[in-house]
């Protein structure tokens, strides 16, 4: 059962202002529980990205505080924000492998947090490490593509790729861009089968961003809706009605669906 | 930066391009002005304390001029230009034609063109004179009949022209290789000690790229001796300069996607550059590098002219004595080579594309 007074992740009062002045966040608050699929929805320009940036920290927030296992984080500088993402690994919507390396060489990238800098630079990395890469490869089943350039890959199998990636990270915490998002629809199951796997099978706790609420309702175990950086709904996938999808999305939005 | 600190120092450099063209225009038209009505008098312009007045007092009036246009709200050009990016979207299209820095930018052309005819002594009536025609005719009767026996001695240093400027860009290689990591501005504009060091070595290579090989070959053959050593010294700080603000533009428009996704593994910064963008920036490195040597081939020949070695220095001999068929015939090794490398970095080029 979620314990739901030891939060993996609290943010309180979180605020993102960018230089050119749009308020990405406002004032967010929301606890996020170990062993989560946690899932962000709302329109494009909501803040969804910016709020899993703030959490990694590859943005600093303007305000507001961030607690990653009782850790204030919001303030952390160079090496700690290193030993942070480690912990809090990323995927995106145009997964951002480095197209000419080799699926494996991709992989292995994820450990790079662990490797001494001229370790990595020499491309020297442990057995033990090469080894756990192959068995992620082999967890998302595209093992055999490890020596093809990652360039090569569909957009599902790059996706695979990227989530090997992360997990090689040992995280605790899985955040995912809009990882469907520039995929097919059939694909978009695949991608997020293995996600609801390594969420069950690893422990790992996920916070997702989607665009379907059709895929909201099959992937999520609860749910966070924004609109113009503000939460409008957190809670139960399932309630999300009609009333609820118009107050998110719009009066003239439809919603779409996914099977 | 905050937003309004952003706009206030676009507004500055909007004043200045503004007062600058507005001063310059005062300043060309007096100076016309007095040129076209007694041409004699040109030696009353060679005091120093008249000549600063005749600039610093123009611009003065530019500025006010410029400070009355902008309290008017009136859009200068450099308003125009400096204006952000999100107030610019916000404006509905407005053609040229209507506007005022459209007819500032035209205006500030038209007259400089007028001057320019003027500077250049352009003359329709030179150009087409017939003594002087006889003259070019003469040396290109003669320059189309190449002189065979100078053939070795020329291919021997046009040989050393091109090792000139090979060695120059081998070595330059490796500097501006890593040089570029740290004058590019995404990879050091995250801290005040990196951006100083970005503004550092990149003033300084500006620097070292706004003096010519040319200038660079006369120093060095002082101090290292007239030769090819001299040339090729030359072309290598301008080749690093160079190199440098290309390579490093080429980081500069690498793409974010990988950079976040090394970066998000909670990689360091040697790691994010060697794993997310030294695979996105060889290809174009490689490019540019093999087209610098082309131009440094093409520039061996002209630094050799001042003691730089090679082509130049054999060619420059010869003009000297107006020996201009064995000119001709170097002429023509240099355009044969030129053209070689030419087509030959194209190629290349193109293949890495």
């Known amino acids: 059962m979620i314990i739901q007074n030891n939060p993996i992740i609290s943010v309180k009062n979180l605020t993102k202002e960018f230089s050119s002045g749009v308020c990405a966040l406002n004032n967010i608050s929301f606890n996020v529980n170990k062993g989560e699929f946690l899932v962000v929805i709302g329109l494009s320009g909501s803040g969804k990205s910016t709020l899993m940036r703030c959490l990694n920290r590859l943005y600093d927030p303007t305000a507001g505080e961030i607690y990653f296992h009782n850790e204030e984080i919001s303030k952390l500088k160079g090496r700690a924000i290193r030993v942070l993402r480690q912990r809090m690994a990323m995927i995106f919507q145009h997964f951002n492998l480095i197209s000419r390396h080799t699926v494996l060489s991709n992989v292995l990238m994820g450990c790079l947090a662990r490797t001494s800098t001229i370790k990595s630079i020499m491309d020297f990395f442990s057995n033990d490490d090469k080894e756990l890469a192959r068995s992620y490869l082999k967890l998302v089943g595209i093992e055999d593509k490890a020596l093809e350039r990652a360039g090569q890959l569909s957009g599902g199998q790059q996706q695979r790729v990227a989530i090997a990636r992360a997990l090689m990270q040992k995280p605790e915490v899985l955040l995912a861009d809009e990882p469907v998002a520039s995929l097919d629809p059939a694909t978009c199951h695949v991608v997020l089968d293995y996600l609801e796997k390594i969420n069950r099978e690893l422990g790992l706790t996920i916070i997702c961003n989607l665009h379907f609420l059709s895929l909201v309702r099959r992937y999520a175990t609860r749910v966070i809706a924004l609109k113009s950086g503000e939460i409008v709904y957190e809670g139960d996938p399932q309630a999300i009605n009609e009333e609820w999808f118009k107050k998110i999305y719009g009066e003239t939005a439809r919603e779409i669906y996914v099977k | ?353």
């Open chain 2, 1 to 353: 930066m905050s937003n309004s600190e952003d706009k206030h120092i676009r507004h500055y450099k909007g004043f200045f391009l503004d007062s600058m063209t507005f001063g310059y225009l005062i300043l060309v038209t007096i100076w016309y002005t007095i040129l076209s009505a007694e041409s004699a008098n040109e030696e009353a312009l060679l005091n120093l304390k008249q000549i600063l007045a005749a600039i610093v007092i123009p611009i003065i009036f530019g500025g006010i001029l410029t400070y009355l246009l902008h309290k008017n709200n009136v859009t200068t050009l450099g308003l125009h230009i400096f204006e952000p990016k999100y107030i610019k979207l916000q404006k509905p299209p407005t053609s040229w034609h209507k506007t005022f820095w459209g007819w500032q930018l035209l205006i500030t052309f038209l007259i400089t063109f007028i001057i320019g005819l003027h500077v250049t002594e352009f003359s329709f009536y030179e150009l087409t004179d017939e003594s002087g025609f006889h003259g070019a005719k003469r040396i290109f009767s003669a320059l189309l009949s190449p002189e065979h026996a100078i053939l070795p001695k020329g291919i021997i240093s046009i040989i050393e022209t091109i090792y000139i400027a090979f060695m120059a860009t081998i070595v330059a290689i490796p500097f501006a290789f890593v040089f570029s990591f740290f004058s590019a501005k995404n990879i050091m504009g995250n801290s005040p000690l990196t951006l100083a060091i970005y503004f550092l070595l990149r003033t300084l290579m500006n620097i070292t790229r706004s003096i010519e090989p040319l200038i660079w070959a006369i120093i060095f053959s002082v101090w290292v001796g007239i030769g090819p050593f001299a040339g090729m010294l030359a072309l290598l700080l301008h080749s690093i300069a160079s190199l440098t603000k290309q390579y490093s533009e080429i980081i500069e428009s690498a793409e974010d996607g990988p950079i976040e996704g090394i970066l998000a593994t909670g990689a360091n910064s040697a790691q994010v550059v060697w794993y997310a963008i030294v695979p996105q920036v060889l290809l174009p490195y490689i490019a540019f590098t093999v087209y610098r040597w082309d131009i440094n081939v093409r520039m061996a020949t002209i630094i050799g002219l001042v003691g730089g070695g090679g082509i130049g220095t054999l060619l420059i001999q010869y003009q000297g004595q107006a020996m201009w068929n064995e000119v001709g015939t170097l002429a023509l090794l240099i355009i044969l080579v030129v053209w070689t490398m030419d087509t030959f970095s194209a190629y290349i080029r193109e293949a890495l594309k």
